[in-house]
């Protein structure tokens, strides 16, 4: 392996929706929309990462679901509560990656509005040579094209990159374009994976 590509969510940054919509509801409510039978969170979250601005997304929610609008504005005016820390570990194998001289990359379903937060919140993210925001490119994982992107941007063959992320979905469609995929669980585990492959950790 000569580069790595990351995920952010739940792989170097715990984000926990709940918390932001429980800003501005309260967590009885905000557990009441995230469970909600009638309501999809996470379809409501992939417009905007798909390309949607945060405006269309909501009225789109004022429209199907008026019962929930004060919810879903909550999410996005309190989002930056969603990023509660970074994920245990990960940054260390960033660091330890970048010191031994190995490109990587973010590869992050993350809305164009919103990913402005991360890089200010997380100075691991500056150690990444480059970032391919899916709201940005108006395509999200598992979308093989934001994969297409993201070798194009790397600059180097497919099978040359590893692939990191912790939905079962997104490495499959990853290791169907050539990529090696690593399913994520802990950082252990994945610096385990990496000196399997030859990286320096």
């Known amino acids: 392996m000569r580069g790595v590509i990351w995920d952010f969510g739940n792989v170097l940054i715990d984000w926990q929706p709940r918390a932001a919509i429980a800003a501005g509801v309260g967590d009885d409510e905000a557990d009441r929309f995230l469970t909600a039978e009638d309501f999809d969170f996470t379809a409501y979250n992939l417009g905007p990462d798909s390309g949607l601005t945060w405006d269309e997304a909501e009225a789109g929610v004022r429209r199907t679901h008026p019962h929930w609008v004060p919810h879903a504005l909550a999410y996005h005016e309190h989002f930056e509560r969603s ?10 194998l960033v660091r330890e990656l970048r010191a031994a001289g190995v490109p990587q990359w973010g590869l992050t379903n993350w809305s164009h509005e919103l990913y402005p937060h991360a890089p200010r919140l997380f100075d691991v993210l500056g150690l990444l040579d480059d970032v ?70």
């Open 83 to 92: 990023l509660v820390g970074e994920v245990p570990g990960t940054a260390d």
């Open 132 to 201: 391919v925001v899916s709201g940005t490119e108006g395509f999200a994982k598992p979308d093989p094209a934001i994969f297409e992107i993201a070798v194009a941007r790397a600059g180097l063959p497919a099978e040359d990159l590893v692939f990191v992320d912790d939905k079962e979905q997104n490495v499959a469609a990853a290791i169907e374009l050539g990529l090696d995929g690593i399913l994520f669980t802990g950082a252990e585990e994945l610096r385990v994976a990496f000196r399997q492959r030859g990286l320096p950790v």
